[in-house]
């Protein structure tokens, strides 16, 4: 029995280690400091298609074409949540084996969809382990599987900037092996309002987006009406005004002629209670049944935000059952011999380093030699308490 159990450690050890969080600082010209999640999925081998075809064309006895796809292979099952409840209706089969053929496809080259999660004004700064307060990497430490490769930038506290976003994009898909054709944005506050704003700006990169209780601050909608596209919003949000969203649909359906857009309105809903969608299934399976190979980019409208999807959305998790690597290949802080110290970064003041670290800037100045007017140098050594 020990030996066995030696045995199953080794083979499921690296297999557990392999999903893991990368901090990246400082290495993306014109970025942002990001999270960089790889899950133990990355990099397998691919998956070797099914011949649906044939399959299709020979039905078996007692069972529908949605059974079919269903067990054509594993990956096309979750695209028939795409069609409930209607999920056995005759007039619904053929779209869902469709959908299933392309889920398979998608699936068979063994790359990847990236996720890029934008954070709203209260993870602002240079704390990089802000951004896992809430949202998609929080999401993974609850123990939700989100089989994509995710992004996790941080902003200052200056907006999103659709510019630099693609910065960060751009460098992760020139260093990973990651499916382009399935690039997804997500953001709530400042980060909805980041998401429909780069969503925008690279309509042609996003396969869709899911901005909640943002806005927008495009000139230009054209865009954005063609990305496959769900605005929420709560009605008794007070951070920002359901008025936001109501703008940025009216403004979309003035230039719209494809109908890509879904707007949903949760009466007596406030702010913070919609974060609760970066922790259901729902959000992301939306999310992943359109690509930008798609012989039509239609959106889908078969999926239904409402209170009850918030109420259950920690349903199946729990609080820090995720587990896995966090590796800071350029960490802010070290240990030395003489105690721990901040490395300058670009942009760093000694008042964000001072609050990062639970301090005050006359503190650090005591410590360091230095006064409130010194000019940090990059790489510099700051002396922490």
Not at 178 to 187: C, I, K, Q, S
Request: charged share 20%.
């Amino acid at each position: 029995m020990r030996r066995l159990l030696l045995i199953l450690s080794l083979l499921i050890l690296p297999q557990m280690l392999y999903a893991q969080l990368y901090a990246i600082r400082d290495s993306v010209s014109n970025g942002y400091n990001f999270w960089l999640y790889l899950p133990d999925s990355y990099g397998k081998a691919p998956i070797v298609e099914e011949d649906t075809t044939a399959l299709a064309a020979e039905p078996k006895r007692g069972l529908t074409l949605v059974d079919r796809v269903r067990a054509s292979h594993p990956i096309a099952a979750h695209i028939l949540h795409t069609y409930r409840p209607s999920v056995d209706d005759i007039s619904h089969e053929a779209q869902a084996f469709s959908a299933g053929e392309q889920c398979i496809k998608r699936q068979s080259s063994g790359k990847l969809p990236i996720v890029l999660f934008l954070h709203g004004r209260s993870l602002c700064g240079t704390n990089l382990n802000s951004v896992r307060r809430y949202g998609s990497i929080d999401a993974l430490s609850w123990g939700r599987q989100i089989n994509a490769v995710i992004i996790a930038p941080q902003n200052r506290g200056d907006g999103w900037r659709p510019q630099r976003l693609k910065s960060v994009v751009d460098w992760v898909c020139e260093r990973y092996e990651v499916d382009t054709n399935r690039l997804y944005v997500l953001g709530m506050s400042m980060g909805g309002y980041g998401t429909l704003d780069f969503a925008g700006t690279y309509p042609d990169h996003v396969a869709a987006a899911m901005a909640l209780c943002g806005g927008s601050t495009l000139k230009d909608y054209t865009g954005l009406s063609r990305v496959p596209l769900w605005i929420v919003h709560g009605t008794a949000d007070t951070a920002v005004p359901v008025t936001a969203s109501r703008q940025v649909v009216e403004a979309i359906n003035k230039v719209d002629t494809l109908n890509q857009t879904i707007y949903t309105e949760l009466k007596g809903v406030n702010h913070s209670r919609l974060a609760r969608l970066f922790y259901t299934d729902m959000t992301y399976e939306w999310l992943f049944s359109h690509s930008l190979i798609d012989a039509e980019r239609v959106v889908n409208r078969s999926y239904v935000i409402d209170t009850e999807v918030l109420n259950n959305a920690y349903k199946g998790v729990r609080r820090n059952s995720g587990k896995f690597k966090v590796v800071d290949k350029n960490p802010s802080v070290v240990n030395t011999p003489s105690g721990r110290v901040h490395i300058v970064k670009s942009g760093d003041t000694l008042s964000e380093i001072a609050q990062q670290y639970g301090t005050t800037v006359t503190k650090l100045c005591e410590l360091n030699g230095i006064s409130r007017t010194s000019t940090l140098q990059l790489k510099q050594k700051i002396k922490l308490p």
